[in-house]
């Protein structure tokens, strides 16, 4: 066997390993229990007693709200449940008299590749891409984009205030029917956005949970701030409360910032922990 054909065999064997350990690591991700599925439920749920556990025996996951981190004043909604398609759990939550209000969504997922959330996941445990180290904002006019789909300071603060552990942000997404007068909705601006900011919250240690398209609206909610339509609903989970902001100091990111600007016409992020 000549030398450059046993090099070709080990270069070979190298990329099949490769392929193979993104692949094992891609099946590992937080969201292949959700994905399961193509179809799922999302629900948001307000209780009288925000404290108190939902127990959804069926659940893919489920979270209760920390802190709103785009939009105003304190999370309307109390728990978050992602369910499957043919759940029992949303009867009983229709049923039940500590619910005061819901918000209950078929969502098609996204479909994301396996290798694709391995090989993310890998390049960041391997140190092949890091968290920036650079301080917090401390004011808003160092944050590109627009201010309401900005955290405010008062976000910020709260944030950092947080114990440390994985929060997952939960994005409630409406998108303009036209971008900058083209004939272009602004799912596909965003979407371009969402390119660079998959691989951002990965950088920074984060992890992908599912993103989606709402198809239909299986319960209105009863708030009226809550009854005009979202597009879309997407959540990512970051290792602790501040990673996100680490984000922003990433160039590929910050280029795209316009283009998530151009895309929503409005947006809500609600920090959750998963119980």
């Known amino acids: 066997m000549n030398i450059a054909l046993a090099g070709l065999i080990v270069l070979g064997g190298i990329v099949v390993l490769a392929i193979v350990a993104a692949g094992t690591t891609g099946l590992q991700q937080p969201s292949r229990r959700i994905y399961r599925h193509d179809t799922v439920i999302f629900a948001a749920v307000r209780q009288d007693d925000p404290a108190l556990r939902l127990v959804a025996p069926d ?9 709103t981190l785009i939009g105003e004043g ?3 909604w109390t728990h978050y449940l992602i369910l499957p398609p043919e759940t029992q759990a949303l009867a009983a ?13 078929e ?3 996204t479909a994301i590749p396996t290798i694709a959330l391995g090989v993310l996941r890998l390049r960041h445990l391997l140190g092949m891409t890091r968290r920036p180290s650079g301080p917090m904002p401390t004011r808003l006019d160092t944050i590109a984009g627009r201010p309401e789909l900005l955290p ?8 950092q205030a947080q114990p440390d552990g ?7 997404l409406d998108y303009h029917a036209r971008s900058k007068g083209d004939a272009v909705d602004g799912r596909t601006d965003y979407l371009l956005y969402g390119r660079e900011a998959f691989k951002a919250v990965h950088a920074v240690g984060g992890q992908f949970l599912f993103a989606g398209t709402i198809t239909a609206m299986l319960v209105q909610p009863r708030s009226p701030d809550w009854q005009a339509p979202w597009d879309d609903l997407a959540a990512m989970i970051y290792p602790d409360p501040t990673a996100i902001f680490a984000m922003e100091q990433l160039p590929a990111y910050r280029r795209a910032l316009g283009q998530r600007d151009a895309g929503l016409k409005r947006t809500r992020v609600i920090a959750t922990r998963r119980y």
């Not at 659940?59 to 802190?67: D, E, I």
């Not at 939550?93 to 969504?105: E, N, Y």
Request: hydrophobic letters at 60%; zero cysteines.
């Open 107 to 109: 969502v098609e997922l």
């Open 74 to 76: 304190e999370p309307y």
């Open 59 to 67: 659940a893919l996951w489920n979270a209760s709200a920390q802190f």
């Open 152 to 159: 405010t300071m008062e976000a910020i603060a709260r944030a």
């Open 166 to 172: 994985p929060v997952t942000m939960i994005n409630f």
């Open 93 to 105: 939550l229709l049923d039940d008299p500590a619910v005061l209000d819901l918000f209950v969504a």
